[in-house]
């Protein structure tokens, strides 16, 4: 399949198949592949580029699964680095925000895979951080965990999300997914919901009025064609559901864990897979660059190459941290209000659901940015 | 002479319009000042670097001489260098050069001149700065044209982050490098100041070699090692490939052997 004839199909808004996705991994030209991707991207979004104002909440490592990739995870408490918060603990994490002004939107909240906590754990968990802001949005629990919940506590997935949603749960992030193929997954993270059934509980999600995420992790042992197929099982329940919100490629960190003999991914890799992600998912409307894990540098100029979106503030990222990622805690607005003006791009701040809160002039800074503190955006190396 | 970016068509749709290079082999305005899309800027810099190299990204075993008068680097390296910083500590350009430093990487134009009539190679780093206005970049610029227009030989031009650097900001201005400096062999970039990531996506704005510690093996990047930027042999070949370019090691005497995969 030549380019020219992909490219011919991407202008003509007909969806890419599995052989164009494969075809497109492999060719040569970097510069040709992002010109085209961010065609459909400025197609799409012109020249916005999203982030919001958000925090994460890990509320326990203590994890069951033993997936290779993951440096976060502890077997169970007591072990070293373990650790489980004390619902105020978290709650607290919330309220200190709320104490200082910071006008923060939304909670990411992810967590081990724990087998001695009750389920109203999470509830209390949710209850509690709605109670401190009602209008906080909490985007929360990966599809592995819902599972999870459902195998352990004896409930439908359909259950598992209703009582979460009572107690507040928004909206689903998109971790978990990892890589569909059950070759690939039988050998990093085998003793975890399948790709099926990770596609199954977002359908039921969907199916229930909840927006999720999607994710892929990429660069530790699947093949370019198992990427391509991955990414077109999530297009199929797009069209199926249109529930999906924005596709983020994670790139796997190879350090603290039992991969750290790959060398992961490098930045070229990283621009390519995120310019095949926006041709090949054009039903999925965000495509995110997550500054935390990419380098706040390589996200910029993945803005280039198909993402419209840089995450948020983040705040206190654990999982990707102890994986060995050299980006610092958090980005204010302002810096990354800087690292996309620089980019040639037009920032817009949103919610969690993409509706706008802020643009144009009302994001610019009112004078020169002055990063605070000497924090240097990430480690060179 | 014609810089190749301007008189060949690119591929794709996209097309840098336009005579860019002047007879000196520089271009009058930035480059980035007239071409505002990425891709066609850095198609034009792969393109100009492919038409300088065949797509060859080289890589050398350095060693440095220190300002200490020691030396940093193996001592089977293939290259030795002294700083412009380090040479007035060193005793002077001669005494470096006696030292056994065989290149200078410089900064201002006196020196460079030196260096030339010693026998010395010249590799020049081209400062900036991710706040920098057009105005103070364009000067930066024409400095060095300045001094090429002196008919001083420069052997490869090196972008150099004060701070912090961005990154679509650092990858435009290696592709202005590539555009404008036509008469200079290499665009170099640093490794250990702009980090593996950016260095590689570099390779892909007209960058063509790489400068850092190559060493034999190095320490796991553990503790106190965590930010040390040598890369093996391997490793710097590997970074080359996955950007789809083809690695090239600098021997001794200038004789390039290609890297097998």
């Known amino acids: 399949m030549s380019f020219a004839t992909i490219a011919t199909k991407v202008r003509a808004g007909e969806p890419l198949s599995f052989d164009d996705g494969a075809a497109l991994f492999h060719h040569p030209n ?49 072990d070293a680095d373990a650790y489980t918060m004390k619902l105020p603990e978290a709650w607290d994490k919330l309220q200190s925000r709320v104490d200082a002004g910071e006008p923060v939107t939304e909670i990411h909240i992810v967590n081990g895979l724990h087998d001695g906590l009750p389920f109203e754990y999470y509830t209390e968990l949710l209850a509690g951080l709605k109670r401190i802001k009602p209008s906080i949005h909490l985007k929360a629990f990966t599809a592995v965990e819902i599972f999870y919940y459902h195998q352990k506590y004896g409930m439908t997935v359909e259950e598992v999300l209703r009582r979460l949603a009572a107690a507040g749960l928004d909206s689903l ?31 039921t999600a969907h199916r229930m009025g909840l927006r999720t995420n999607c ?19 999530l297009r199929a329940l797009q069209d199926e559901t249109g529930g999906f919100q924005t596709f983020i490629p994670l790139a796997f960190h190879p350090e603290n864990n039992a991969l750290m003999k790959l060398p992961g991914p490098t930045a070229v890799e990283d621009l390519r897979t995120y310019a095949v992600a926006r041709l090949l998912l054009h039903n999925i409307p965000h495509l995110k660059a997550y500054w935390v894990m990419l380098g706040v540098k390589t996200a910029q100029t993945a803005l280039w190459f198909g993402a419209d979106d840089l995450d948020g503030t983040v705040q206190e990222e654990k999982i990707y941290h102890m994986a060995g990622a050299e980006t610092p805690q958090t980005l204010s607005p302002d810096e990354i209000i800087r690292v996309i003006v620089n980019a040639g791009r037009a920032p817009v701040e949103r919610d969690t659901l993409y509706n706008v809160i802020a643009e144009g002039e009302a994001l610019l800074p009112k004078q020169p940015f002055r990063r605070t503190g000497r924090r240097a955006l990430e480690v060179v190396s | 002479m014609m810089n190749p970016a301007s008189s060949a068509a690119l591929p794709g749709s996209a097309t840098l319009q336009g005579p860019l290079a002047t007879p000196g082999g520089h271009t009058t305005a930035p480059v980035s000042e007239t071409v505002d899309d990425l891709f066609v800027l850095g198609r034009a810099a792969q393109q100009a670097a492919r038409h300088a190299n065949g797509g060859r990204v080289v890589f050398t075993r350095a060693r440095q001489l220190l300002q200490s008068g020691a030396w940093r680097g193996p001592r089977d390296a293939a290259l030795t260098y002294i700083e412009e910083a380090d040479v007035a500590a060193a005793g002077g350009l001669p005494a470096a050069r006696d030292a056994g430093a065989r290149m200078l990487v410089a900064t201002s134009p006196e020196l460079a001149r030196q260096a030339a009539a010693l026998g010395m ?41 004060d701070g912090e650097p961005l990154g679509l900001d650092t990858l435009r201005f290696f592709a202005e490098c590539r555009l404008r400096f036509t008469s200079i062999p290499h665009v170099v970039a640093d490794f250990a100041l702009l980090g593996h990531r950016l260095a590689q996506m570099s390779l892909a704005f007209g960058a063509d070699e790489l400068h850092g510690p190559i060493v034999a093996e190095r320490a796991l990047r553990l503790g ?38």
């Open chain 1, 173 to 203: 992030p998109g971790g978990g997914a990892e890589i569909f193929a059950p070759r690939v997954r039988q050998r990093i993270c085998a003793d975890k919901c399948n790709g099926d059934e990770w596609l199954d509980v977002h359908r």
């Open chain 2, 224 to 261: 106190a090692n965590a930010g040390n930027p040598a890369l093996t042999r391997k490793e710097a070949a590997l970074l080359v490939r996955a950007a789809g370019l083809n690695p090239c090691e600098r021997l001794s005497g200038g004789v390039l052997e290609d890297c097998a995969p």
């Open chain 1, 30 to 78: 970097l510069m040709e592949l992002g010109a085209l991707a961010n065609e459909v991207r400025e197609r799409m979004h012109g020249a916005r580029t999203y982030f919001n104002r958000n925090f994460h909440i890990n509320a326990t490592n203590v994890c069951v699964a033993s997936c290779m990739f993951c440096s976060f995870a502890r077997l169970k408490d007591g």
């Open chain 2, 121 to 161: 190679d010249c590799l020049w780093r081209v400062r900036y700065r991710a706040s920098n206005s057009t105005l103070a970049r364009r000067h930066a610029l024409e400095h060095l044209a300045a001094v090429l227009a002196t008919g001083q030989v420069i052997q490869g031009v090196m972008p150099t982050p």
């Open chain 1, 215 to 233: 994710t892929m992790l990429y660069g530790t042992i699947e093949t370019p064609e198992e990427r391509v197929d991955h990414m077109l099982r």
